[in-house]
Every structure is written in C-alpha cells, then in structure tokens.
C-alpha cells in the first residue's frame, strides 16, 4: 500500500495561493472599485500633486478698474492709495507754483469747492483756475483736456509786461531776462493774461533778478494793472 500524502506535501505553493479565488482573496482593482477609485483616477490626482500651483486674481482695491484718476473740476484729483478711505483730494499751487495738498473729500464736488474756497483765502483767483458755477450754484465741469477754448481776438493782446499769446496752443506765455541780459521763455503757458503775469512776476522776485526785468503793477487791493497801452 502506498504511504498517505504527508501534510508538507498537500501544502500549496505559494504560486498556487496567490492565483487562488477564493472568496477571502479579492483583487486590489476591486477593492478600489468599491470604494470609488480606480487607476484613472488615482493618476489624475497624482498629475494635479505635480502641476504648478495656480495664481489666484488679486482682489484689493488697487487692482479694482477705473476708468481714469483724472477729475471734471480744476484742482481735483483721485487718490490712488487704498488706505484713504475718502478717494478725493483737493489740491492747488501758491503764488510759486509749489503745488499744496488741501485734504482728501468723500466727493469730487465737496473737493472741487474746497478748492475754490483755498484760493479765495490765498487771493490765487487771478493766478488759478477756478471753477465755475451756474445760476443754480451747480459747478461746472473743466472742459476736456487737449480742447481747449478759443481766445476772443479783442483778449489776445497782451495787457500785462512780459506776457504775450501763442496762437498755436491758445495759451499765453511769459518771457524774462536773466542774470547776463539774455531772454528766456518761462513757465510753459497760461490758461489766462493774468495767471501768466503773476507767475512771471513771482520767478523774478524768487531768482532776485528785479533789476533786469520791469514788474507789473498792482493796486491796493492787489489786483494788476494794465499796462500802458502803445500810441
């Protein structure tokens, strides 16, 4: 009779227990089936983990549009600083032509009458831009930039000492003599005779050069005065 199989040999290999089918030895593509992965995904999130993070759009209010920083009133500007949170600020320039905060305004028009009310204190009217009003007490916008308005013919005469007009811009320009006699043009142009006088005036009393240059003359309350007109 032959000897029994002893239990070393009924023993499977271990080749024969990995391909078994048993219910206890489930596949590993299953058991992701089963709870909702497979190798697609698995792959995907594992290109996403290696893909460069994404920039997100910047949200402050810097980077918020608009249109333009420019304001419809003399002496008004936008304030570009996000930490202000009234955006307005109203601004002029003395006498000099140094140019002067006056504060920062909710609105452009309570700005642009802060403006007008600075240069009524500092008796910059004749010198400035001032901006108008209507009969209802409504301001009135500045007209655009680069349309500048047509200078009646009578008012292109020059009325004050060292200013004439320049066709070509519609604007007024000054000119002075310096230390050794020479002419110059100073300032670039003016909107008005009279801003163009004032500035030429105050350049020659800053650079000390009144002995080489006339001044004009103003009155007692200090408004100018024509000068004389030629035969």
């Known amino acids: 009779a032959t000897a029994p199989p002893s239990t070393l040999d009924a023993a ?3 080749r024969e227990f990995e391909e078994s089918d048993s219910e206890d030895d489930v596949p590993i593509a299953e058991l992701r089936r089963a709870v ?6 698995s792959e995907s999130e594992e290109e996403e983990e290696d893909a460069p993070p994404r920039k997100r759009p910047r949200t402050t209010a810097a980077a918020q549009p608009r249109a333009s920083f420019s304001s ?3 002496g008004v500007t936008w304030n570009k600083q996000p930490r202000y949170k009234r955006k307005w600020k109203a601004y002029y320039k003395d006498a000099s032509g140094t140019r002067k905060t006056i504060g920062r305004f909710a609105t452009e028009e309570q700005a642009a009458h802060a403006y007008n009310a600075r240069l009524k204190k500092e008796r910059l009217t004749e ?5 108008k009003v209507d009969e209802q007490g409504r301001l009135v916008a500045k007209p655009e930039r680069g349309v500048r308005p ?14 004439s007009y320049d066709g070509s811009v519609r604007r007024f320009r000054t000119k002075y003599k310096d230390a050794r006699g020479k002419r110059k ?4 142009s003016f909107a008005s005779q009279e801003e163009a006088a004032r500035a030429r005036d105050a350049k020659i009393r800053e650079l000390g050069l009144e ?19 030629k035969p």
Do not use: H, M, Q, W
Not at 36 to 41: A, F, L, N, P, V
Not at 127 to 131: A, D, F, I, T
Not at 185 to 188: K, R
Not at 211 to 229: C, F, Q, T, W, Y
């Open 12 to 14: 499977p290999s271990s």
């Open 36 to 41: 909702g992965e497979d190798d697609e995904d």
């Open 72 to 74: 419809k009133y003399y």
């Open 127 to 131: 010198l400035r831009e001032v901006n």
């Open 150 to 163: 047509e200078v009646a013919e009578a008012d292109r005469k020059s009325k004050y000492i060292g200013v």
């Open 185 to 188: 043009t100073f300032g670039g």
């Open 211 to 229: 002995s080489k240059n006339k001044l004009n003359k103003v009155d007692a309350a200090g408004r100018l005065i024509e000068k004389p007109s």
